[in-house]
């Protein structure tokens, strides 16, 4: 769905820029080096279809970027891409919310909610619906655990270059952009099997290896960190009503691309309240309905 999720996400980012008054949206070319002649033809071929040709910018046959990374190959440069400094991005949203008294910071209490066929209520608050956006808390929702929203481990390194690269380049890793002058973050790991909330020397060791086998430049690492990426098992989001209670809506298994996913599925979700159009039926909540049925059953 790049053709619709692309134009969409570059308008939303820079329409709230606008909007909060800040910057935190950066769109940026992709540097992809070839690692083989067989993976450099095979991108040559797909380059002149028409779904992906507008994505791409030039193919080099030869190495474009020698100085800075090993691409002995050449490799890909994407257009519509960047990076989205999701620090900035959270903290002038909920700045912008706040100033207008429609934020609440606080935790929420599924034994206050009170959920009524036209309404639902909560402490003084009163709604038509409700919206879960809680990741892999909904493991804790009693109304939503059914969902198989799982958890994938990623863990990421913040580093120092002595030079700044002239594109994003990803190869087994991704090198962006952060805070500070001449700071990257560089990831990410995949590991559905660790749930620990701390760092690994693991996951260092394997983005340091594959750090230097994609760059030349000499760096420093400074920082590590972790997070938990909310993932389906048909790697889709979940959204919409609860089988039971219509005014309960979740959103939900954006995985590693909730950045990119995000301002599309929100608009078809908000269409969807708002009485027009559908929920998509590859990210509705309805192909999970038997999973309910079963802990229905459960239950009882």
């Given at each position: 769905m790049a053709e619709k999720i692309f134009p969409s996400l570059f308008q939303f980012y820079k329409e709230t820029e606008d909007l909060l008054h800040q910057r935190f949206f950066y769109p940026m070319r992709i540097y992809r080096p070839f690692i083989s002649i067989e993976e450099q033809n095979e991108w040559m071929a797909q380059s002149e279809e028409n779904p992906l040709k507008k994505f791409i910018s030039k193919i080099h046959t030869s190495q474009a970027f020698n100085r800075q990374v090993n691409d002995a190959f050449g490799g890909v440069i994407t257009e519509s891409s960047g990076y989205?400094?999701?620090?900035?991005?959270?903290?002038?949203?909920?700045?912008?919310?706040?100033?207008?008294?429609?934020?609440?910071?606080?935790?929420?209490?599924?034994?206050?909610?009170?959920?009524?066929?036209?309404?639902?209520?909560?402490?003084?608050?009163?709604?038509?619906?409700?919206?879960?956006?809680?990741?892999?808390?909904?493991?804790?929702?009693?109304?939503?655990?059914?969902?198989?929203?799982?958890?994938l481990k990623g863990e990421t390194l913040t580093i120092s270059l002595s030079e700044v690269p002239e594109v994003i380049f990803n190869r087994?890793?991704?090198?962006?952009?952060?805070?500070?002058?001449?700071?990257?973050?560089?990831?990410?790991?995949?590991?559905?099997?660790?749930?620990?909330?701390?760092?690994?020397?693991?996951?260092?060791?394997?983005?340091?290896?594959?750090?230097?086998?994609?760059?030349?430049?000499?760096?420093?690492?400074?920082?590590?960190?972790?997070?938990?990426?909310?993932?389906?098992?048909?790697?889709?989001?979940?959204?919409?009503?609860?089988?039971?209670?219509?005014?309960?809506?979740?959103f939900n298994g954006l995985g590693t691309k909730g950045v990119s996913l995000s301002p599309y599925f929100s608009v078809q979700l908000t269409q969807w309240l708002e009485g027009h159009g559908e929920i998509p039926r590859d990210v509705n909540i309805e192909r999970f309905k038997s999973l309910y049925s079963k802990f229905s059953s459960a239950m009882i």
């Open positions: 989205l400094d999701t620090v900035a991005f959270l903290t002038a949203t909920r700045d912008f919310l706040k100033n207008r008294e429609a934020f609440r910071e606080s935790f929420f209490d599924f034994e206050k909610l009170i959920t009524q066929k036209d309404k639902i209520v909560y402490q003084n608050l009163e709604a038509k619906k409700i919206i879960f956006c809680d990741g892999i808390g909904v493991r804790t929702n009693p109304y939503f655990n059914w969902v198989p929203v799982h958890p087994g890793v991704y090198i962006v952009p952060s805070q500070g002058e001449k700071l990257f973050m560089v990831g990410a790991t995949y590991d559905p099997n660790d749930s620990t909330h701390e760092v690994s020397d693991t996951a260092k060791k394997e983005l340091e290896e594959k750090l230097r086998d994609l760059i030349k430049i000499p760096f420093t690492i400074n920082h590590q960190n972790w997070g938990m990426r909310p993932t389906s098992p048909d790697r889709r989001p979940i959204i919409g009503p609860h089988p039971e209670f219509e005014n309960l809506i979740i």
